[in-house]
């Protein structure tokens, strides 16, 4: 059945009700037309519920908007949506992608996340290349899919909105990295699933690192706004040097209103899963009385990351799920634990991103975070450097 509007219906309910389901929720195609959007085709899914989100086709297939009952929750930042062929990836010294980087979910990878790096280019058996030399966060996020099929899927009585698409991060004498990617969200409900596939098409052997950079902004975020997770330990901060480390007046849990000359803070948290492997990370604002939650898969993503971005006209703050530790890819090859693709090996993922609406919903969401690990109260907890190793890559 769909719950709608205080009632739940079966499809004839529907059916009888209006004559297309686009009346209540559904998912749409449409082509953005100005500026540096121009060109972009976008999915529109809208659940019924007052919760829309737009998928950027031409963009990896990332969520751009996300907002619920007229309430902003994705970030837009000075950068805006802009159509992948505008992208300078290898500029500013590999800080070009920052002129793309907007929207709610921003994929990282798919050899590489974290700041610049190079690495030997032996695995490719090409002479001429030496190195392969990876920009910020790597290629994906600036790749056009190709849609493969999107719509809304009847199971009885239940109504799921779904998209598919196929993200080719590709060259010669190099990596040849495929994103499978599949978006749902079920009429009359508050959730988004994402399903993504990486699968090594190539016959060299290629390196693999992925994270979600998932951002939140105005006016979920906001002074007083608060980091909830269950957090064990406070494995990292970059900014934990002496005194520095408290010299922004900005902890981990509790986020300020928009500030003025404020450099970008990144802490690493190890968590703690619940019996099913799963590890919940949310930004609560009690004041709305509603909450966002990711939800990942510890085997999938044993790391996270927690980015705040707080200067005035980009303030955000970033729930980020990552295959492996703050310190990079060079700390990863060296600590062997840089996932390595055979041809045809692949890895999933998977996520659901989730509105919790009312005191009741934010409490029972607290109680179930707090249940797996009480995180700590201490707004400046002291770094413990404990970067737990990932085996069996």
């Not at 004041?287 to 707080?310: D, I, S, Y």
């Amino acid at each position: 059945m769909v719950s709608l509007f205080g009632r739940t219906y079966s499809r004839r309910d529907v059916a009888a009700h209006t004559g297309m389901l686009s009346q209540f929720a559904g998912v749409r195609l449409v082509t953005l037309g100005d500026g540096v959007e121009r060109g972009i085709r976008m999915l529109e899914f809208r659940t019924g519920t007052g919760l829309r989100f737009t998928v950027l086709v031409d963009r990896a297939m990332d969520i751009a908007e996300l907002d619920y009952k007229g309430n902003a929750i994705g970030w837009h930042s000075p950068a805006g949506f802009k159509n992948a062929f505008l992208s300078e990836y290898e500029g500013e010294g590999g800080l070009g992608w920052l002129r793309s980087f907007s929207g709610l979910l921003v994929t990282c990878g798919l050899d590489h996340i974290l700041f610049m790096d190079e690495e030997p280019a032996d695995h490719y058996v090409y002479a001429p290349r030496k190195t392969v030399s990876h920009s910020i966060h790597g290629r994906i996020a600036n790749i056009p899919a190709r849609l493969t099929g999107y719509g809304e899927t009847w199971d009885g009585d239940a109504c799921t909105l779904w998209a598919e698409g196929i993200v080719q991060q590709s060259t010669v004498f190099g990596e040849d990295l495929h994103l499978i990617r599949r978006i749902e969200a079920k009429v009359g409900s508050n959730e988004i699933s994402l399903s993504d596939r990486v699968v090594n098409h190539g016959f060299y052997e290629t390196p693999h690192m992925y994270c979600y950079h998932i951002n939140v902004g105005a006016p979920l975020l906001e002074e007083g706004a608060r980091y909830v997770a269950p957090v064990a330990d406070v494995v990292w901060a970059a900014h934990a040097a002496g005194a520095d480390y408290q010299k922004q007046g900005v902890g981990y849990r509790t986020l300020p209103a928009p500030q003025f000359g404020f450099h970008e803070q990144v802490w690493q948290h190890e968590m703690t899963a619940d019996a099913e492997g799963r590890v919940p990370v949310a930004l609560v604002n009690d004041r709305l009385g509603l909450a966002f939650e990711v939800e990942t898969r510890k085997e999938q993503f044993p790391c996270q990351f927690e980015w705040q971005n707080l200067q005035a006209g980009q303030y955000a703050i970033g729930l980020e799920p990552a295959t492996n530790h703050v310190l990079g890819h060079a700390y990863a090859r060296d600590k062997g634990e840089l996932i390595r693709l055979k041809h045809g090996e692949e890895r999933r993922y998977d996520a659901v991103f989730r509105i919790h609406d009312g005191k009741a919903a934010l409490d029972a969401l607290e109680t179930r975070i707090a249940g797996l690990a009480r995180q700590p109260a201490d707004e400046y907890p002291a770094p413990s450097g404990r970067h737990v190793p990932i085996v069996g890559r």
